[in-house]
């Protein structure tokens, strides 16, 4: 398992008239949470690109539990749990700064060879990152 914690302040703009966030604001949370976790292996989402592979979100599901507001620091936990194959499943739990659990979610993304568009396994250069960090649940 891969474990990593982001955390992100809540701006004016990201919020509603109740300065609840926006539900559709959440996605780009988990897009933050989950490029920081590929920083946390040592590479940028940007090298990952360069490298010709691109990262589709094929599946995004969401639980909201308690609403995140104006100006709370939201702690975003990331998970992956199990080894890539042709896809990666990052599970997330997102607390306020009261360490109350507000959303859980999870997305599905595949490897894809951006040059032929071809879905692919992990690519060798990423699962030795994965495997070098990998700790048993």
Known sequence: MIHTTT???????????????????????????????????????????????????SEYQIKYIKPALYDQVLNIKTYVKAKPGVRIIFDYEIYNENDEKITEARTTLFFLNAENNKIIKCPEFLMELIEERWTEQ
Do not use: Q, W
């Not at 926006?22 to 090298?47: C, K, M, P, W």
């Open 7 to 57: 955390s992100i302040r809540v701006r004016y703009a990201e919020t509603d008239p109740m300065k609840y966030v926006y539900y559709g604001n959440y996605a780009t949370y988990l897009e933050v949470a989950r490029v920081e976790l590929f920083r946390s292996l040592g590479i940028s989402y940007d090298e990952i690109e360069k490298k010709g592979i691109s990262l589709p979100v």
